[in-house]
């Protein structure tokens, strides 16, 4: 089977700018998760879909953070306007279920806002 | 709440010598335990998971771990490591009243010829 893509790999965008991410889950996967590690420390939590409702968005930063996923299939993550302190690498993840059912993750966006 | 600490930041070794990686956690509900590996460059892979049952859990690429409810542990150790085990290696535990995987702050494995 497929894994979780995302996409872009990397972008290097100015601080103000807008930055879309995107990822892909596992096909029948109902669950989509966002992490975040910033450089040196730990892979943070930002959100989790069932399908397309916010289960838990309590760790998203901001409101110059927004995701989506219509359709209950792919998502988007949506930094307007980006700040410096945005850049790290961005995690998507699918589960087929919840509790002891594993994370299966995406290679991460890159993103770097100078 | 949960948490996990990783109490090493890096653990340096020579090819074919043992290791272990040290995991503790902090709930107060069951949960459920896992190691995820990042090799240069890629995702997170899963290594291996303790749901429940025999508190030895074995993974892939011969590591296993074990589950230590009295100490809120669960070590990662192999026996012989190689060359293409250095990575970052992440601990990370779910459960409770949240779905969210709350990870450690990973331990970085450098192995030396």
């Known amino acids: 089977e497929a894994g979780v893509t995302q996409f872009p790999s990397h972008s290097v965008i100015e601080k103000g700018q807008t930055v879309t991410l995107r990822c892909d889950p596992i096909?029948?996967?109902?669950?989509l998760y966002w992490y975040r590690r910033v450089m040196g420390k730990e892979i943070k939590f930002l959100l989790h879909?069932?399908?397309?409702?916010?289960?838990?968005e309590s760790g998203m930063p901001n409101n110059r953070f927004l995701a989506e996923r219509t359709g209950g299939t792919y998502s988007t993550l949506k930094v307007q306007p980006a700040e410096l302190e945005d850049s790290g690498v961005y995690f998507c993840?699918?589960?087929?279920?919840?509790?002891?059912?594993?994370?299966?993750f995406g290679n991460g966006t890159r993103l770097t806002v100078t | 709440a949960q948490s996990v600490t990783q109490l090493d930041s890096q653990v340096p070794v020579f090819e074919e010598a043992p290791v272990e990686l040290r995991c503790n956690y902090s709930?107060?509900?069951?949960?459920?335990l896992f190691w995820y590996v990042q090799y240069p460059n890629q995702g997170l892979q899963l290594l291996l998971k303790?749901?429940?049952?025999?508190?030895l859990v074995k993974g892939i690429n011969g590591f296993e771990a074990e589950f230590n409810k009295s100490q809120t542990s669960f070590h990662l150790r192999k026996p012989s490591v190689h060359i293409s085990d250095t990575a970052e290696y992440f601990c990370?535990?779910?459960?409770?009243?949240?779905?969210?995987?709350?990870f450690g702050t990973g331990t970085r494995l450098q192995v030396f010829p």
């Open positions: 990370a535990v779910r459960g409770g009243n949240t779905d969210k995987l709350i």
């Open positions: 993840a699918s589960s087929q279920g919840q509790g002891g059912s594993p994370l299966h």
């Open positions: 096909s029948g996967h109902d669950n």
């Open positions: 303790y749901l429940s049952g025999s508190t």
């Open positions: 709930s107060s509900v069951s949960v459920y």
């Open positions: 879909f069932v399908k397309e409702s916010k289960q838990d």
